[in-house]
């Protein structure tokens, strides 16, 4: 087994690199998803270790040294690291010029050609669902021999082996939580709308919906989903349970957790009889019943994508949703006691500034907990990046998707609507939807009657007004 560095690089200050589907950026209050998509194949690889370097401040002068203690450097990246990652991996190969680096990610996966193209100290670069890929790669298997693998022969030419099929049984892939213990300190990670410490793992992959923009379904995991059995999940819960001794939060970080509800009951009974607080994703549609199910069993949060509160708009990224069907879940989930933290896009095929304010008045009328506000990103590999190429709204100047800072930028501009115009609403929604009375009160509330989190909002506070500073300064 040759001696394997999982890395999510050195980025910008605060950068999430390990969003898994959701936007790679730097987000409005610090926030830090657990990257799970490295631990996934460290697990595989024994004696392997996993750095993630931006939610632990670890910059390049730390990490680069490490290269001469290993034979193989597997680093996640994404369209808007990709050439933050290659200076990367230049400086790991300049202490270590054996060290073979290769990439594994959503970028990666539909642009493999031109990623080797236009990196060239990377060696290779592992396509699609790319765990058990990485794993032969890292046994020093012929690379010939290695399906879903492109790379570079010995002359020169980049070579694609055919792809290596999806994992059905997706029991056949170890617990990640060990690797969280053994590599991570997992007080680093925080999400706003999570309790601290949390800790998030995958029960499967896939997701059905078809929704135009997202980008895992449509590069890596598929839309078929592929699911860990009930005990699975158990057993690495309560091994998590041990291990974690104070988390006080679990969330499944799955596309879709209840694209299959049965299952998902099936998860909350067991998790109801551990005793312990979960939170998952979900769609607006959740029928009450499971609702109750769920919530009786610790069920605390959903997240949520509502995208747009305009009907067309769903219907332009074929969501599968109705603005009414999703005020009813909405309804149900307040009457119930579920908290929801609420994410909307703006800048979707069909946005104006009418939809805008309509998305707006429909975010403060069904009133989530929390919400996220993030621009439209077309990444390659999504029909969104194909529609808005093929129609002229994609900005070639922009398809980093970030600015200087990290800072999520808006690459489509319609005929009458502007970059500019869509990226300064995000402010206007935010303040919109905060900054009354009522919701000010509850977040008072909140912090009163819980001291840690009155440290904690003062602190979002204070990161909330940087960033929206910081935005003022990019406009």
């Known amino acids: 087994m040759m001696r394997t560095l999982f890395l999510q690089a050195p980025s910008f200050d605060g950068f999430d690199g390990g969003a898994g589907s959701r936007y790679q950026a730097r987000r409005e209050i610090k926030s830090f998803w657990f990257p799970t998509w490295l631990a996934q194949p460290a697990a595989l690889v024994e004696g392997s270790r996993l750095l993630d370097a931006p939610p632990h401040k670890i910059g390049i002068e730390t990490v680069a040294p490490l290269a001469r203690d290993f034979d193989l450097a597997v680093l996640h990246t994404s369209t808007p690291s990709f050439a933050q990652d290659v200076k ?45 890929t990485v794993k032969e790669v890292a046994e020093d298997r012929r690379w010939a021999d290695i399906k879903g693998l492109s790379f570079r022969n010995a002359e020169g030419a980049i070579v694609h082996n055919p792809e290596r099929p999806v994992l059905e049984d997706m029991d056949q892939l170890p617990f990640v939580s060990p690797v ?61 349970m041990s291990a974690f001794p104070d988390v006080k939060e679990f969330f499944f970080d799955d596309d879709t957790f209840t694209d299959d509800l049965p299952r998902a009951e099936a998860i909350a009974k067991e998790l109801g009889k551990l005793g312990v607080t979960w939170s998952c994703n979900a769609k607006a549609n959740v029928p009450r019943e499971s609702l109750k199910v769920m919530r009786e069993n610790g069920l605390r949060l959903l997240l949520v994508g509502y995208e747009s509160g305009n009907q067309q708009i769903l219907h332009n990224i074929k969501k599968g949703m109705r603005v009414e069907v999703a005020r009813k879940f909405t309804r149900d989930c307040h009457e119930l006691g579920i908290a929801i933290h609420g994410t909307f896009i703006l800048g979707l095929p069909g946005e104006t500034k009418e939809t805008i304010q309509e998305t707006i008045r429909f975010a403060t009328e069904i009133n989530p907990h929390t919400i996220q506000v993030s621009l439209a990103a077309p990444y390659p590999g999504t029909f969104l990046y194909d529609q808005a190429a093929r129609e002229g709204w994609l900005d070639t100047a922009n398809t980093e998707y970030v600015d200087a800072h990290g800072v999520q930028i808006a690459p489509l501009h319609y005929p009458n609507l502007s970059h500019q115009e869509i ?3 995000v402010e206007e929604f935010y303040k919109k939807f905060y900054f009354r009375a009522p919701k000010i009160a509850s977040i008072v509330g909140e912090m009163v009657r819980d001291r840690q989190m009155l440290v904690r909002r003062l602190r979002e506070g204070v990161e909330f007004f940087h960033f929206l500073r910081e935005r003022k300064l990019a406009a």
């Open 88 to 132: 990367v991996a230049e400086r790991l190969k300049a202490e270590n010029p054996n060290l073979k680096v290769g990439l594994v990610g959503a970028k990666v996966a539909v642009q493999a050609n031109e990623s080797l193209r236009d990196a060239p100290v990377i060696d290779f670069v592992a396509r699609s669902e790319f765990d058990f």
């Open 180 to 240: 969280y213990k053994r590599d991570l300190d997992y007080k680093k990670y925080f999400i706003g709308y999570l309790k601290h410490p949390y800790i998030s793992i995958y029960t499967g992959r896939g997701c059905k919906s078809r929704c135009t923009f997202c980008l895992w379904p449509q590069t890596v995991g598929g839309h078929r989903y592929r699911t860990r059995s009930v005990g699975h999940v158990i057993e690495e819960i309560r091994y998590c």
């Open 423 to 425: 990226f300064t609403s």
